[in-house]
């Protein structure tokens, strides 16, 4: 990677919520081989982190990922906990972030997959996420020491107006979408960083696990490819849902099974009313500029 040191990105801000707590990123000792899954929420990031991993274990079957792969600016558990837990593991390690480009510790020496995902079906899957959180889910993030800014607040029942008002808030109740794309946006370019899109993988899952795996210079036999690629279904994942489910779906009602939700596109098509759908795709057009709404829109990428 021939990249001078002072054009790598560079962590300028902290970033502290219900969720997240950036500060353990100063204190996460990287290696070379490590890879960083980042995505805003709710794009695919469970799905990447199972991809990576059957890539990573050639296509086990026993591969608990969210015990292996945790989500590493969320703030439980303890950040000494995770960092002891990630410095234990022998094999190659992966780790999640929902954080944008300026707020992490970027490292020349790992690689990164950031996946996007159209904001309208993102805020979608959030509200089914946020209906299913359990009083513990609550619990976790609310009153676990160290909050900072307002408690995760209860979620809005009608899915259109919570869309509305994650719109109108920049993301609200969570975070910013548009900060999240548009920092990862502008590393695409970068030697360690590639872009990866939910569309994409829905439409060609092979041959984006098979760039991926190139990506990651990670070689599969060809005969390890059908069992890895198996794994990877939302079949299989809602069938192993515990191993894949923050605390095995314990902080959801109904379980791991309701984690792991359908993995479609398009619900809001017939929900929002095509001024709410033109809303999002102006300002997905103001906040990042055309060739990246469009990426984010379609998962095509212009040239280069």
């Known amino acids: 990677m021939g990249q001078i040191a002072s054009e790598w990105p560079r962590k300028t801000r902290e970033l502290m919520n219900h969720h997240m707590d950036s500060t353990i990123w100063n204190d996460f000792a990287f290696?070379?081989?490590?890879?960083?899954?980042a995505t805003y929420a709710k794009s695919g990031t469970t799905w990447t982190q199972q991809i990576v991993g059957q890539l990573v274990f050639q296509g086990r079957e026993d591969v608990a990922m969210a015990e292996f792969s945790p989500w590493l600016d969320l703030r439980v558990p303890p950040a000494p906990m995770k960092l002891e837990m990630l410095e234990a593991q022998q094999h190659r390690r992966v780790v999640k972030t929902h954080l944008p480009l300026d707020a992490l510790v970027f490292s020349p020496r790992a690689k990164y997959l950031y996946?996007?995902?159209d904001g309208r079906d993102v805020a979608f899957s959030f509200h089914h996420h946020h209906c299913q959180g359990n009083a513990l889910w609550y619990e976790l993030l609310n009153d676990t020491p160290g909050r900072v800014g307002p408690p995760m607040p209860k979620p809005d029942p009608d899915v259109r107006r919570y869309f509305r008002t994650w719109l109108e808030q920049d993301g609200y109740p969570i975070w910013s979408l548009w900060e999240n794309v548009s920092s990862w946006w502008t590393a695409r370019h970068l030697p360690n960083v590639k872009l990866v899109h939910f569309n994409q993988l829905k439409a060609d899952l092979p041959g984006e696990m098979r760039a991926i795996a190139e990506f990651l210079e990670i070689d599969i036999p060809e005969t390890r490819w059908p069992s890895i690629?198996?794994?990877?279904?939302f079949a299989y994942m809602k069938a192993h849902a515990d191993q894949l489910a923050p605390l095995g779906g314990a902080i959801f009602e109904g379980g791991g099974e309701t984690f792991i939700n359908k993995g479609v596109n398009g619900r809001w098509r017939d929900v929002?009313?095509?001024?709410?759908?033109a809303a999002y795709e102006a300002l997905a057009l103001e906040k990042l500029g055309p060739e990246a709404a469009s990426w984010l829109a379609t998962g095509e990428l212009g040239e280069p």
């Open 115 to 117: 996946i996007g995902r």
């Open 272 to 277: 929002l009313s095509p001024e709410e759908s």
């Open 31 to 37: 290696r070379d081989d490590d890879i960083v899954v």
């Open 229 to 233: 690629i198996g794994h990877c279904g």
